[in-house]
């Protein structure tokens, strides 16, 4: 049995002027998209497909404003 899959799934983004590095726990699956228009719908269409409990996700200087603001318009994430 896999155990990982008993757990509440998370996604960490930490946000950069140019990336959006993602790591899903405890999937084990990390990856890096653009932190533009097209990266962010691409990070939001991988992220649906896990079911996340919540997005835990860096405030760093508003950059991290585009992501949120797709997120809450296209899913039911938690952003935290």
Known sequence: MNSK???NITVGVDTGKFQLDIYI???DIY???A???KGIKEAVKTIKKHQPNRIVIE???RLE???IRHSAANSRFKIV
């Open 35 to 37: 932190n533009d228009e």
């Open 59 to 61: 405030a760093t200087g």
């Open 31 to 33: 990856f890096t998209v």
């Open 65 to 67: 404003m585009p992501f």
């Open 5 to 7: 899959t008993n757990q």
């Open 25 to 27: 726990r405890p999937l």
